[in-house]
């Protein structure tokens, strides 16, 4: 058997894999880019791409059912069609596909590889029959849902984030056990759907590295569209049930009887199964690659990127981590993972969008602060769209005028949230955003408002 020497061997063809091939060959390297399994990763196949496309149309749906409010006439029941969603959420995923093969198949001196990669050496990688050797080696491998033990699990059929993007049958009642992002994500749109839905969460309250006043609005809006929601869940069990599936959650409570039960409990890296032993990469506890601030393994000439590396679990992290790694290479720019401000949003409906520090990390840290807030009653844009459950929340250094984080958990949130963000990154104190003037109406236009109305935070 011969090996196929290339310049660099990049392992995952998700959100910092491709990219990172374009600049590589870009600057004259060779370069060979595995998959196993779907070219895009996560995001395009089983993740963002899909999901929002759903999202969406429970959006329409939703709306529809509200049409009266806003004056507009029906002339009969919003029926929703799960055949035609699903089909045009598969559309949506397959362009999308398409158009990063067809980019990778037109860089010059790449080379895609389809199949499972396992390290021989720390330079040396199988794919298949095909032996790969290179002095620079990325891993952007990506992860899977957790699957716990849990009684009587292996007893049902259950299904994750990505066995639901192909479920071809809309559920008549679908549980959801898991109580923070994705869970609530499918939660609510199921319900906009039409089918019933349980959510059963371990925690005390749902998204629980949010505050709890984020918590307890976003239990007020997936209540408000009849989603059923059981925290403290202490002794989660499955037993079948005739056709059903029975979630039994805490003693002296009855089980929660569905057709569908959805695993939503956190993320395991794909790290067990690369021979990363062989090339002597370490890893923590639960199985990332542990990295130095430069992505950096701990082996020379091997990189991590992306939700393989704990570092970040979005799309939009995974891809800094290539733009990280690339600085670093090409550029001579030192970029770091320290230089990142956590962010990410939440799409139920309303989003929530998040930066920076929580009111509990900014208690926890012991610095005096300001807090400014509204609720989305208050805001005109809100009252206008007739979308008013939520509120915004900005926190600030009382002694430096830093920003230190923000809430916007309504209409546009996901959006409003960067007028902060970018000033976060920009190191402006918080009176550059009360002197800033916003388009009216527009709900971000009440930041500078917020800004200008800051209290000691208790």
Known sequence: MTTKIFDAIIIGAGQAGPPLAGRLTAAGMSVALIERKLVGGTCVNTGCMPTKTMVASAYAAHLARRAADYGVTLSGPVGVDYAMIKARKDKVTIDARTNLETWIAGMDKCTLYRGHARFESANTVRVGDDLLTAEKIFLNTGGRASVPDLPGIHDIDYLTNSSMMDLDVLPRHLVVVGGSYISLEFAQMFRRFGAEVTVVEKSPRLTGREDEDVSAAILSILENEGIAVHVGADDIAFARQGDDIAVTFSAGKPPAVGSHVLLALGRTPNTDDLGLERAGVEVDKRGFVTVDDQLRTSVPGIWAM?????????????????????????????????????????????????????????????????????????????????????????????????????????????????????????????????????????????????????????
């Open 306 to 458: 992306g939700d393989c590396n704990g570092r970040g679990a979005f799309t939009h992290t995974s891809y800094n981590d290539y733009e990280i790694v690339a600085a670093n290479l090409l550029d001579n720019d030192p970029r770091r993972v320290s230089d990142r401000i956590e962010a990410y949003a939440l799409y139920i409906d309303p989003p929530l969008g998040r930066c920076g520090m929580t009111e509990a990390a900014v208690k926890k840290s012991g610095r005096r602060a300001l807090v400014g807030q509204r609720p989305m009653t208050r805001v005109g844009r809100a009252i206008e769209n007739g979308e008013t459950q939520g509120f915004m929340k900005i926190l600030v250094d009382a002694d430096t005028r830093e920003i230190l984080g923000c809430s916007v958990l309504g209409p546009g949130g996901d959006e409003a949230i960067h007028c902060v963000l970018d000033l976060m990154y920009a190191k402006a104190p918080v009176d550059t955003l009360a002197r800033a003037v916003h388009i009216h109406p527009n709900v971000s236009e009440l930041l500078p408002t917020i800004a200008q109305e800051l209290k000691p935070l208790a």
